[in-house]
């Protein structure tokens, strides 16, 4: 069985560790975790390979600058004609709170104009992995907001929210997006406790 694991982002170091990679971060994690083959371009994307089990995996970082992200993901989807109930997107969301993941089968954009490119090119029955970057304070853009570094009280807290949000994934590819979904959505267990949240 074959599956097409999508994170969203912007090509550049200058974006690596910006709210908007949340995508990207978490597609870097899984290639190390499954010891990935480099990744190549392919598709106006950056594509490795991996297995997990019996089931072989791409993982693919759209270089097509976020709000133009359903290019790439038509691009991969036609070569590689993997059903999109065996595609998965991975994205930041500002409705959010910073650390919580929220896996769902489909649904809409919910205002997110790299999710919107996507779902013009799929359609909304497309499984998304949401990962909460919280709201900008008032006097912030949203545009500024997004395309900022997190803060490093936050990336501190980052590896455990990549790893929380990798074994979603994984799960979802063994078992199923009920079990993925019932085990991984809500607040990373890091964070429960963290003085920063509730």
Request: one cysteine or more.
């Amino acid at each position: 069985m074959e599956y097409l694991v999508i994170g969203l982002g912007n090509p550049g170091k200058e974006y690596r560790l910006t709210r908007h990679n949340a995508g990207f971060l978490v597609v870097e994690l899984l290639m190390k975790e499954l010891r990935a083959e480099p990744a190549l371009p392919d598709c106006a994307a950056l594509v490795s390979r991996a297995r997990r089990g019996e089931h072989r995996i791409l993982l693919a970082k759209p270089q097509t600058f976020m709000n133009l992200s359903g290019k790439a993901v038509r691009l991969l989807i036609l070569k590689y004609e993997i059903p999109l109930s065996r595609t998965i997107i991975i994205l930041d969301d500002l409705a959010l709170p910073f650390g919580m993941i929220r896996l769902r089968s489909g649904g809409s954009a919910g205002g997110h104009k790299g999710l919107a490119s996507v779902l013009a090119v799929t359609g909304e029955d497309l499984p998304r992995l949401r990962m909460g970057i919280g709201a900008p304070p008032a006097a912030v853009e949203t545009a500024s907001f997004v395309l900022n570094r997190f803060s490093p009280e936050e990336k501190a807290l980052l590896p455990a929210i990549t790893d929380w949000a990798g074994r979603a994934v994984l799960t979802w590819i063994e078992q199923g997006i009920e079990a993925a979904m019932s085990r991984y959505n809500g607040l990373v267990p890091a964070l429960r406790d963290h003085p920063d949240q509730g």
